[in-house]
Every structure is written in C-alpha cells, then in structure tokens.
C-alpha cells in the first residue's frame, strides 16, 4: 500500500509593514505641517569663534547626541531671550481708546 503524501500550503507572504494582531487605532495628535517648525528663521553668518569654546561645544554636543552648532544657536538664542525686555505684570498693556 502506497503513503499517501500530505503537502503542506506555504505561507502568503506578508507585508513587513501591515501590522500583525490586536490593533489600537489612536486619535490623529499630530498639528498639521505649517505649525510644526516655529515661524523664527535663520540668518546665516560668518563668527569667528576661538579654538576652545569650538572644543567645548562639540564634546558637550557628543556627550548629549547633539549637533555643536545647534548647541551654540540654542545658547544665544536663550542668551538673547533674557535679554529682551519683558512687559511689567504689575499693569497690563492697553490700548489707547481713540476719542472722538
């Protein structure tokens, strides 16, 4: 008497990036493109720098995962902040009312 021969069906193949089980669709969070980068914008311009404070920020930059340039335009950036006056909270700022 002959076996009779059981082929087994290959798997379909699945797409890597479907996913696969118990799903959890989440509510859309992200704003929309125009509010994700801030409405400041850069000025490229020629500093020169000496050696150590370069020294500085780049170890500082690979100690964080960072980039030493991005460090030092954050610094001035916060630098030039406190800088700035601030209006007085002890009376809020108001508007002339023209007077007919």
């Known amino acids: 008497m002959k076996r009779k021969i059981v082929r087994m069906k290959t798997p379909e193949p699945f797409d890597e990036d479907m996913p696969r089980g118990r799903v959890t669709i989440l ?38 995962g960072f980039k030493y340039q991005r460090m030092m335009r954050e610094v001035l950036k916060r630098y030039a902040e406190r800088l700035e006056p601030k209006p007085s909270r002890d009376r809020p700022l108001r508007r002339r009312s023209k007077r007919s």
């Open 27 to 64: 509510p859309d969070f992200l704003p929309p493109p125009e509010e994700l980068f801030p409405d400041d914008y850069t000025l490229k311009i020629t500093i020169a720098i000496d050696v150590k404070t370069i020294k500085l920020f780049k170890v500082a930059a690979e100690k964080h």
